[in-house]
């Protein structure tokens, strides 16, 4: 199936689709690639992005066994 016939596939799918939830991410898509696919990350997740790195240059970092034995040892209800 060539690029076109997809597209037109597509178009005719999402010309029936009722779903708010999944207009509402097709929307989000949309934007994302009129925005040349940069992401907008709002300020509370710049935040914590920034947060994270300067944790890691700080060296204040777990081995992902060593998070693992944290998370089962907090929350043993989850690991039955």
């Known amino acids: 199936m060539d690029i076109q016939a997809k597209k037109l596939n597509?178009?005719?799918w999402l010309a029936g689709?009722?779903?708010s939830k999944l207009i509402s991410q097709f929307m989000l898509l949309?934007?994302?690639?009129?925005?040349?696919g940069?992401?907008?990350l709002s300020d509370a997740e710049k935040r914590a992005i920034d947060q994270g790195l300067s944790s890691l240059e700080?060296?204040?970092?777990?081995?992902?066994?060593?998070?693992?034995?944290k998370t089962r040892a907090k929350?043993?209800?989850l690991f039955k």
């Open 10 to 12: 597509l178009i005719e």
């Open 17 to 19: 689709v009722n779903d």
């Open 30 to 36: 949309m934007e994302a690639n009129l925005e040349g």
């Open 38 to 40: 940069k992401s907008v």
């Open 58 to 69: 700080a060296g204040k970092v777990y081995s992902h066994e060593e998070a693992s034995a």
């Open 75 to 77: 929350y043993p209800d």
